[in-house]
């Protein structure tokens, strides 16, 4: 109508030659490895280190400009469904594999413990932003239902300084599965042999009260923004959103602050017990200085590589993060793993093979 | 036209003319079109059948399991594998009657305002406006939701509502601002754009000849706004059904707000749990087969449930129908 015949075929070509143009950019780039030097891995898993992990990715990426790396914090549940069924090249989980699901793997899956991590318990008491001491039994009391108004004697007994209002105690747990939570059930189902039959351990529990929050960032929204909520988070994200922290009593008696160097001896307290898989519960670690509520992080990968070049990116970025992304943690308020945790973790990160020979060598 | 069903009746239906027996006029591009627009529709009703088909299969696990036991359970533990939809269904239904119970008034309101009476500067940016509503994408609604409209709630809302209602069982319990009451309010914002836009749509198709009528017979302005109601009712039913078509599947917006608890209370405080936020949260997470045979099951109730309630409420637009003897569209 507007544009003449051979003006329509003009246009016509001039579209099917930039599609064509489009498309072959597209086959060039983050492919196969015989067309350029780059590679892409997928990883997903715990949205626990997703912190970490991003800080991690970008670093590495200035480093390796032909190594692309994404990663996405689906939740721990997410990661070993995904590396199971082998759509991502890494999986990451707080929780370490159980053997019904490895034994479900179609191949070895090696766990990497990256860093350590606490869960902490945070609250948001109006009027007062005072710290508080929690003993483990009260807490799980409280996640029961139990102990339901926040001046509870048991509570006060543990906070002399602290004057707590009558108000009632709202509970804030996780809607979504997560490691998290596995490992938050994992401390109570220690601690309280009724939390240990009534609920259980797990990553998506029966949480006999409370309300959900999607995600360590619903959790932490919903304790900011409801008085007089108790909730638990991973350390990060109470920190940056300044919430207060309570200190939790541990196996020794002493009520300790969760900081790095805390959780840093729950895992040195737990080495000479650690199994040589490096599947291991860290929590209400024995140690006088040891924070009780700390876990591992763990990245999945399969011991056989099927992709030799993406096997290759793989243990070379592992081993980057096992040492140099290592100082990255404290700043965001993860413990770096005990120098024997450390030597494991290398030794497992060699005994990754593509087709038979070692990935790296030593 | 009689040109047309003359040249029917010559058709000579021994031939083979395969164009004839397609298509009146006998024209291929007739037949083509013909069959071609036939493929299309039955290609959406194929995906409809495929995906019952989809549903039932994968949660064949969970069926075989609990049986009609799943409808009435009430314990969702994954840990045990014991699974129940109970608490999912009535929270899913309750949030979107309450919605609609919010909204319908509103949307009514606000629809007859911009159709009967609103000067024509004020109707069409009004009208924008509220249509601007429906494009809000759903998770931004989910954040207001906690960061506005949870602590408004908690503060002003629900302690007048305990004061002036707390003998009912309805408003009971934690004022925390999350719960049933925040989901079906922030439903209830959702679904309203969508059903003024539909009434709107209706009241105009609603022929100028009847609001002369009934003006000229002496009606009040309100007595005529009437009339034109009760003519263009069934397609108020559609756009009713539309809105709770919306509310019953709408997913980001109710998890952030309604508290994830799968439980059943009547008072609206509580938090509560709908089908569409249980497997937005659990199903990357169900790593055991059965747990994702029962999340999938859920899928699968939420379908019939929406089928339900749209067939019953196209029995309601046919009663209307046959009521009223209404002039309104087949919505």
């Known amino acids: 109508m507007f544009v003449s015949k051979r003006g329509f075929s003009l246009i016509a070509l001039l579209i099917a030659l930039s599609i064509a143009g489009i498309l072959s950019a597209c086959n060039n780039s983050g492919g196969g490895p015989a067309a350029s030097s780059s590679v892409s891995l997928q990883g997903a898993g715990a949205t626990f280190p997703n912190p970490l992990y991003q800080k991690w990715l970008s670093e590495y990426s200035k480093l390796h400009p032909n190594v692309r790396i994404d990663y996405q914090s689906i939740g721990s549940g997410g990661g070993i469904k995904q590396i199971q069924a082998q759509t991502v090249d890494f999986g990451a989980s707080d929780a370490p594999m159980k053997d019904e699901d490895l034994k479900a793997a179609s191949s070895e899956i090696l766990h990497v413990p990256t860093v350590l991590g606490a869960v902490v318990i945070t609250y948001n008491l109006a009027g007062t932003s005072k710290t508080l001491n929690f003993s483990p039994e009260v807490i799980a009391d409280i996640f029961l239902g139990k102990i339901t108004k926040w001046n509870d004697p048991r509570i006060v007994a543990d906070n002399s300084g602290v004057t707590l209002p009558s108000a009632d105690i709202t509970v804030v747990h996780r809607s979504d599965g997560s490691g998290t939570s596995a490992v938050f059930t994992d401390y109570l189902s220690k601690v309280s042999g009724e939390w240990k039959t009534k609920v259980g351990t797990g990553t998506s529990p029966s949480w006999p009260i409370g309300i959900g929050g999607k995600g360590n960032e619903g959790v932490t929204g919903q304790v900011k923004n409801t008085p007089n909520t108790i909730g638990y988070v991973e350390l990060a994200y109470a920190v940056q959103n300044k919430l207060p922290v309570g200190h939790v009593k541990n196996s020794s008696g002493t009520f300790i602050e969760p900081t790095i160097d805390a959780v840093t001896a729950a895992a040195a307290a737990s080495v000479a017990t650690t199994p040589d898989d490096l599947r291991v519960s860290i929590t209400n670690a024995a140690g006088p200085q040891a924070y009780p509520i700390s876990s591992y992080t763990y990245i999945l990968v399969y011991k056989n590589q099927k992709d030799a070049a993406k096997g290759k990116a793989l243990v070379d970025f592992l081993w980057w993060g096992l040492h140099d992304g290592e100082g990255f943690a404290k700043e965001l308020q993860y413990a770096p793993l005990p120098a024997d945790i450390v030597k494991r973790a290398e030794a497992k990160i060699n005994s990754v093979t593509a087709s038979g020979a070692p990935l790296r060598q030593g | ?331």
Request: proline fraction near 5%; charged fraction near 15%; aromatic fraction near 10%.
């Open chain 2, 1 to 331: 036209m009689s040109a047309v069903a003359d040249h029917n009746k010559t058709r000579t239906f021994g031939t083979t003319d395969w164009r004839r027996l397609l298509s009146p006029t006998g024209n291929t591009g007739d037949a083509i079109f013909r069959v071609l627009m036939f493929l299309m529709a039955m290609l959406m009703v194929s995906i409809v059948v495929a995906k019952v088909i989809a549903l039932t299969s994968d949660s064949l696990m969970s069926i075989r399991q609990f049986g009609f036991g799943f409808l009435l359970g009430r314990e969702w533990n994954p840990v045990k594998g014991e699974f129940g939809a109970l608490p999912f269904i009535y929270g899913t239904v309750v949030s979107s009657l309450i919605a609609l119970l919010i909204s319908v008034p509103f949307s009514l309101g606000i629809a007859i305002f911009l159709v009967e009476q609103a000067p024509l500067y004020i109707a069409r940016p009004v009208g924008f406006l509220v249509e601007l509503l429906a494009a809000i994408p759903s998770v931004v609604y989910g954040l207001w939701g906690i960061f506005v409209l949870a602590p408004f709630l908690r503060v002003y809302v629900e302690p007048f509502l305990a004061r002036w209602l707390g003998w009912t069982p309805f408003f009971r319990g934690q004022m925390t601002g999350i719960g049933l009451l925040t989901g079906g309010i922030i439903l209830a914002i959702m679904v309203t754009p969508i059903i003024s836009a539909v009434v709107r749509d209706v009241l105009t198709a609603v022929p100028g000849s009847q609001r002369e009528a009934a003006l000229a017979l002496g009606a009040t302005k309100w007595e005529m706004i009437r009339v034109v109601l009760v003519n263009g009712a069934p397609g108020i039913a559609g756009a009713i059904i539309l809105g709770l078509g919306r509310a019953l599947g709408e997913t980001m917006a109710v998890t952030m707000v309604i508290g994830n608890r799968p439980d059943i209370s009547l008072s609206l405080f509580e938090p509560s749990y709908t089908i569409a936020s249980a497997i937005a949260n659990e199903f990357t997470e169900a790593t055991d087969n059965l747990y994702l045979s029962a999340l999938v099951e859920l899928g699968l109730i939420l379908f019939l449930v929406t089928f339900v309630v749209n067939g019953m409420a196209r029995v309601l637009v046919w009663n209307v129908l046959r009521k009223t003897g209404g002039v309104g569209r087949a919505a």
